[in-house]
């Protein structure tokens, strides 16, 4: 008999002879050359019986030698009717307890933050399960628990306060038994304020409308709903104070992005207006693709062509383009004047004029080469036809008189032109002198890590303006500022012509929120030390919860969820600070942990407007880490 071959690993013959054997019907199938079975068997020495046993055996292995592509199919977990009976058990236990806290709006689900954070505790609480088999039990889709694992949730409380005791005790008195009744179902409601509408009209047969509830629980103190942002008292003081002289001696320009859609495809425009401060008249028009020196100047030069003649003074924005040097080349004796830095009255002339373009315009029938001329052929059409329109307006403030009448009718003396001149004059110098004392005042470090960044970024600034801008701010938010628009670049969340504006604006937001934060920091010290009543119940409610919480994780999400809670300012900023104190007394290794726990219940509760979420957030990272 032949000796059989050194195998690595050996094998006895009999699986050499199978191996053969099986590879012998491929090879007969290839067309290639491949010994008899007879042969085999006595070459090996093997029985015939066995040998095709085991070949048998051998050719249902070899399907599971080799892996598809792709990640392996998960395995099927035990289906487990017992745990699954309980879970769901537990979901009908927790919604008796929390009405609303699952609503729905035509085919659209409502859940609170309570309910969401129920979920992902019995996930917590049944590792051994799949988010399948939960979310099946609590009747909760797959995909909306993942996002709920993800991010977290905490289920925010109605505590008992003495602002709401006192309110009832008002609202007691008046025997109304509806009332009452929407009076107590708030209290035990978890959802939303429209379901809870129709929750009380339909299951509770009270005849009110939405706005008749609102009414009741703003009055009891129960809910406070958001209000709309009115006119700031210090708007309400400053209108009527822009200083005017006659038609011609100031006009006033500014740009505002405008869309056009052709065919189903929107194109985006800049429309450049300039208009006299003293008859509102809009004098000069432009329309091009982006706002910059040559839109400012096309404008001017088409009002000097309207009028006749060029204005003593033109005031413009602080953006870069309104004051490069080839601006004031361009305007001659006409001086140039900046506007006060956020202060929008300023271009209350312009900015009326854009609001009353915004109106309904009749249709233009163009026809242009291509899409974007055409559309730009409608815009600059429409805005003179508006334009027109409104200047020939007869005005009731003016005794019937249109702009155009106002404009023409003008006849300044020279004693009021030369002390136009002088006046606006003075006010130009004024203004670029407090600009160059802003300017001087920076630190060089900061100024010299802005033009690194700048220049590294490709952000425009010809003039510094901006620079000179972000750089009045503290360093920890120039950081902060640089660092949310360089992520938000390189995450490719940034808008579209985001620019060097797009990053004054998150430093000075971050600026004023550091500052709030400094504010009630020192405030809430200052009352510490007088020991003011008000912080009474807050440090009332610190010492019950520490003691029905002694687990570090539970007295954490506590914390959390009273800050969230809150409407006043004072009280997040107390919980939060309490929150904060809370993981600086635990060893250094879990912070990070901690620091988790607490952003993972922060997202969860989306009650919570989304800027409100990120501002707690970051608001902990500081108290965590701070940076100086």
Not at 179 to 188: D, I, K, P, S, Y
């Amino acid at each position: 008999m032949s000796s059989i071959p050194d195998l690595h690993p050996p094998v006895s013959a009999r699986v050499v002879a199978a191996l053969l054997l099986a590879a012998s019907s491929q090879l007969r199938a290839l067309g290639l050359p491949y010994p008899t079975a007879r042969a085999v068997l006595e070459a090996t020495g093997t029985g015939r019986s066995r040998a095709y046993e085991l070949r048998d055996r051998l050719l249902e292995v070899l399907p599971t030698l080799e892996r598809r592509r792709g990640r392996p199919s998960k395995p099927v977990a035990e289906e487990r009717t017992d745990v699954r009976a309980e879970l769901g058990s537990e979901a009908v236990r927790y919604l008796m307890e929390h009405p609303g806290a699952v609503s729905r709006t035509g085919h659209k689900r409502h859940y609170s933050d309570g309910f969401r954070h129920f979920a992902v505790g019995l996930c917590e609480c049944h590792q051994d399960l799949d988010v399948e088999q939960v979310a099946a039990a609590i009747e909760v889709p797959a995909t909306t628990l993942r996002e709920w694992l993800r991010a977290g949730g905490a289920p925010p409380s109605k505590p008992e306060t003495s602002e709401a005791a006192d309110a009832q005790a008002v609202v007691d008195p008046v025997g109304d038994l509806h009332v009452q009744t929407v009076l107590e179902a708030w209290r035990t409601w978890h959802g939303p304020f429209t379901a809870f509408c129709k929750h009380v009209r339909e299951h509770h047969h009270v005849p009110f409308g939405r706005a008749a509830i609102a009414s009741i629980l703003a009055r009891a103190g129960e809910r406070v709903p958001d209000r709309r942002r009115g006119r700031s008292p210090d708007e309400q003081a400053l209108r009527r104070s822009f200083r005017t002289f006659f038609p011609g001696a100031q006009w006033t320009g500014d740009g505002t992005p405008v869309g056009v859609r052709v065919e189903g495809e929107l194109f985006v425009f800049n429309l450049e207006l300039v208009v006299d401060t003293a008859s509102a008249a809009t004098v000069g028009i432009d329309v091009r693709d982006h706002e910059d020196a040559d839109a400012v100047l096309a404008a001017f030069d088409d009002g000097v062509a309207t009028t006749g003649a060029a204005p003593l003074c033109l005031l413009l924005d602080n953006k870069p383009s309104n004051h490069a040097p080839r601006v004031d080349d361009a305007l001659g004796e006409t001086a140039r004047m900046r506007a006060t830095a956020e202060r929008p009255q300023n271009k209350a002339h312009v900015e009326g004029a854009f609001g009353l373009f915004s109106q309904t315009a009749p249709p233009i029938v163009i026809d242009g080469v291509t899409k974007r001329e055409r559309a730009r052929q409608m815009l600059d059409l429409q805005t003179r036809t508006w334009a027109r329109t409104l200047n020939h307006r007869p005005r009731a403030d003016h005794r019937g008189r249109s702009r155009v009448d106002l404009y023409r009718d003008a006849d300044p003396s020279d004693q009021d032109i030369e002390r136009a001149r002088k006046t606006l004059q003075a006010r130009a110098r004024e203004q670029q002198r407090a600009h160059e004392t802003r300017r001087a005042r920076q630190n060089p470090a900061v100024r010299l890590t802005l033009d690194e960044t700048f220049e590294r970024l490709g952000l425009d600034d010809p003039e510094g303006n901006l620079r000179n801008a972000i750089a009045r701010y503290p360093l920890t938010s120039i950081v902060e500022g640089l660092a949310v628009f360089e992520g938000k670049r390189q995450a490719g969340s940034l808008p579209d012509h985001a620019d060097a504006r797009y990053l004054f604006g998150i430093v000075r937001n971050l600026a004023h929120e550091h500052e709030g934060m400094a504010i009630a920091e020192r405030l809430w010290a200052l009352r510490l030390e007088a020991r003011d009543r008000v912080f009474a119940p807050l440090r009332a409610d610190l010492d019950i919860l520490e003691h029905h919480h002694p687990d570090v994780d539970e007295r954490l999400r506590s914390f959390i969820d009273r800050s969230l809670t809150t409407h006043r300012a004072i009280d997040r900023f107390f919980w939060l600070t309490c929150a904060a104190d809370l993981v600086r007394d635990q060893p250094r290794d879990v912070h990070h942990s901690l620091f988790r726990v607490a952003v993972r219940r922060i997202h969860g509760t989306h009650r919570v407007p989304h800027r409100e979420r990120l501002r707690a957030t970051r608001f902990l990272a500081a108290k965590l880490l701070p940076l100086a």
